[in-house]
Structures are given as C-alpha cells and as structure tokens.
C-alpha cells in the first residue's frame, strides 16, 4: 500500500509517499492493518507517530509485483530484517490458510531468516512462533547482533554461512565440498524461490551472498518469475 502526506520539506511543502505491507489480511474487508515504526528522521513514519484517531492520509493500493498463488513454488527461504518481516507474514499466513487441514491443496514450504539488532527489536515474534508451532512446513530461525543471556538463534549479521550451514533445521543443502550440510534456507532450484526484504545495506549485501551461493543474480527490480524476489 502507498501511503501520502504533504509535508515540510527543506522550507516547502511535498508530497511525500511511502510503500508499506499491511499485516492484515484481504480476507477481512473494511480495513488494513500497518505496521510502521517510527524514526525520529523519517518522513511518513515520523509524521503517522503524530495522528490521532479521526485523522486521515492519502492511500493507495495495492500495489507490488509478488502476487502469490498456491504451487507458485514448493519452497520459500525468506530473509527478513526488521519492518522486513511484514511481506513475509502475508505469504506465510497465506500459505497456512490454504493447507489441506484447512480446506486447501498448498503444501509449500517456507524457511526463514529473521535479522535484527535486539531481542525487543524482533516484531511480530508471537505471531510467527505461534505460526511455526501451529504449522511443521513452515521455520523460523532469529539472528541477533546483540543477543541475550542463553540465546540459541543466530550472532552477528545474516552471513553465507547462516545461509548454508547452521546448527538447527534438515539437511537440506549439497555443499560444494560435497559434505551434507545443515540449512536455515532451501538450495538454489527451480522449484523455489528466496524473497528478501530490509534495510537497504542489509539487502545489498544479502544479494551477493547468495549469488555466491548459487543462486540466480537479482535484477534491478524484481518480477515475480524470478528466482530471487527482493521487496
């Protein structure tokens, strides 16, 4: 969804518009659900901290060119740093809902890698444990830069090495020494597809990890049949 406001800017007033996931679903009309966090330099986020209740902004959508179907793919690896995470619940719940238990065919499996700063910076993390607690084909894998006190998730920043080898998950991924190793993420295939979204550094530098590891080099701007999706 794009969301506008006309604000000051450097002594004038623009337009300024922004591209949010909702968290809600499409299922429930009427309204949308935003998750926003606020930073005392950003424009949009900054300003929707002053709203009340009864104001109103300038929305469009939707919007984005990840439309997804069941059977799309057999497996997702997602990697998601902070406000990233919000395109990947969509797809993860819409998954869910369409398991044969709940009247669907979708058997999709999806592995993810969920970057932040903090233990307290981790959003919506009740709502994905409950999530991979409810459903066996989906996992979820937590990395911290500074973690607490008897944490079993991921140190540092989302490396190639948390891609391709970690201590938990199936052994998944072929690696080039030709040793079986553990993944947090599916191998490179024709049958799946790896969606990124974060900070930009963080996206920047997720795209050359995992060229070199085999997967297809992102464009530019990414279209749905590519193997490597970034929001």
């Keep these: ?31 949308f659900d935003l998750l926003i966090k606020s930073y005392p330099t950003g424009n949009i986020s900054r300003h929707m901290d002053t709203l009340n209740v009864g104001d109103s902004m300038k929305v469009r959508g939707p919007k984005g060119a990840m439309v997804y179907t069941p059977g799309l793919v057999k497996r997702f690896g997602m990697i998601a740093g902070g406000t990233g995470i919000t395109p990947m619940l969509q797809i993860i719940r819409a998954i869910i809902r369409g398991r044969p238990r709940n009247g669907g065919k979708d058997t999709t499996e999806v592995d993810l890698i969920f970057a932040n700063v903090n233990f307290e910076d981790i959003l919506l993390k009740e709502d994905l444990d409950a999530l991979a607690k409810e459903d066996e084909g989906f996992r979820v894998f937590y990395v911290l830069n500074n973690p607490p006190e008897k ?38 295939g024709p049958d799946m597809k790896l969606l990124m979204c974060g900070p930009p550094p963080m996206i920047s530098a997720m795209k050359k990890a995992t060229e070199s590891l085999g997967f297809e080099k992102p464009r530019p701007v990414s279209k749905l049949a590519d193997q490597v999706f970034c929001f």
């Excluded at 004038?12 to 909702?22: D, E, G, M």
């Design 1 to 31: 969804m794009s969301v506008a406001a006309d604000l000051p800017v450097d002594g004038a007033t623009k337009q300024i518009v922004r591209s949010y996931t909702p968290i809600s679903s499409d299922e429930n009309p009427g309204h």
């Design 151 to 188: 944490w079993d998730g991921g140190i540092g920043f989302c490396t190639p090495e948390m891609i391709k080898v970690g201590p938990h998950g199936d052994s998944l991924f072929l690696a080039k020494d030709t040793d079986r190793r553990q993944t947090h993420l599916p191998p490179p």
